[in-house]
């Protein structure tokens, strides 16, 4: 793989608030046609971090650089704005009609008119609105209003684009179909682009990176199941809660049972993914059944697999077992079943779970 250039660098950030550094960074970058989530409590920094990385937070140090440039002066800023969107949680939508909200970046950027409406006509159809272009912006229901202004964001065809919860408090299927039209816009036309959200299935599904922020501080970063299966303390274990997640590709597909490949070894499970889909396989600790022995072949788990305790960890009235199975798979047992198991680290065991516990989410190929 070539290596990709950094779009985006910051370094050495510090932002204080009412006497208190609320941000410090040493660094942080964003590479050409990346997608990055950033995760973290309330409060943790992260719409902050988006302001910072386009002048728009007065901060006590810093640098950002766009495409190895350094951003010195109020002309380079004004210009990195141009070239990039932000869409925020709430739409911010003029009392005028969605056509003209669409075109309003596009009017400050100086288009011609005739350029205006092409464009325009794109995007509202991108996003499946062009029976609306007349409304009224005040007359839509939120998940319509959060559409126009993604439209609006993706018309100036920006090379980066900086989302802080768009989605949050919408219904689940609005929110899917806003997630897929964007996503696909995002990968048709190689943008980069930086998420805040507080959906980790969201940022799962849509990211190569995730950022794991607390207390204005990057606790953790990295691809999505390194962050989720390897939390390097308690903060990002309590706040990621520990699923397994497993890279895999979907073999197979007969009547919505899906065998999935997992680094060498087959998983069952449901649903509608075709045969190639890139996806990860989410299972959480307390459906995950530890025995010693095989255990009775007429059970109604549907993945078996022998493998060995690699770990033990308290976890108040439970223990947690990082079990080894060719595949990281955690655990959850009590103190009772792991005595009377005689559970050990190095202990041989089965690890069984139903198909129906495996929650499967697509992923972005890398
Ligand atoms: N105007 C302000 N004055 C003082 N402190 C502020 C101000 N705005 C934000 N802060 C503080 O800066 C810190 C970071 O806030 P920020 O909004 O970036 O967090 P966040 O991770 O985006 O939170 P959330 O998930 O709640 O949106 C918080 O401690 C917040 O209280």
Redesign the pocket.
């Known amino acids: 793989m070539t290596q990709q250039q950094n779009l985006l660098d910051l370094k050495e950030l510090r932002v204080d ?2 006497g ?1 550094t ?2 410090d960074i040493p660094s942080f970058s964003l590479s050409e046609n990346e997608f990055v989530s950033l995760i ?10 988006l302001l910072s990385l386009l002048g728009l937070m007065k901060r006590q140090t810093g640098s950002v650089s766009y495409r190895g440039r350094l951003i010195d002066s109020q002309a380079d800023w004004l210009d990195l704005r141009r070239r990039t969107a932000m869409v925020l949680q709430e739409p911010l939508l003029f009392d005028s009609t969605v056509f003209d909200n669409v075109a309003s970046g596009l009017k400050l950027r100086g288009l011609g008119r005739a350029e205006i409406k092409t464009r325009v006509a794109t995007y509202l159809e991108r996003f499946n609105l062009t029976h609306m272009a007349q409304r009224s912006a005040r007359k839509l229901s939120g998940g319509e209003a959060r559409r126009v202004s993604l439209a609006r964001a993706f018309a100036v065809e920006p090379e980066v684009i900086f989302f ?2 768009p989605f949050a408090n919408l219904d689940p299927p609005t929110r899917q179909a806003l997630t897929e039209d964007m996503d696909r816009i995002i990968r048709d036309r190689g943008i980069a682009a930086i998420l ?1 959200t ?1 959906d980790q299935s969201e940022a799962l599904r849509m990211s190569q990176r995730i950022v794991v ?1 607390n207390s ?1 501080r990057i606790v953790q970063q990295g691809i999505p199941a390194a962050v989720m299966n390897h939390p390097v303390n308690e903060f990002v274990a309590n706040f990621v809660g520990m699923e397994t997640v497993l890279e895999g590709e979907v073999v197979s597909n007969r009547d919505q049972q899906i065998v999935v490949q997992v680094a060498g070894r087959e998983l069952d499970t449901v649903g509608d993914e075709q045969p190639g889909t890139q996806v990860y396989c989410c299972i959480r600790p307390e459906n995950v059944t530890v025995s010693v022995s095989h255990p009775d072949a007429r059970t109604s788990a549907r993945n078996l697999y022998p493998g060995r305790v690699a770990e033990v960890s308290s976890m108040g009235p439970f223990l947690k077992l990082l079990l080894d199975c060719g595949f990281p798979l955690t655990a959850y047992v009590t103190r009772e079943s792991f005595a009377n198991l005689e559970l050990s680290e190095g202990k041989e065991i089965h690890a069984s779970f139903k198909a129906t516990s495996v929650h499967l989410i697509r992923r972005r190929a890398a």
């Open positions: 608030r009412g208190v609320v941000l973290g409590p309330n409060g943790a920094g992260k719409s902050t971090l802080d919860e805040v507080h922020m204005g």
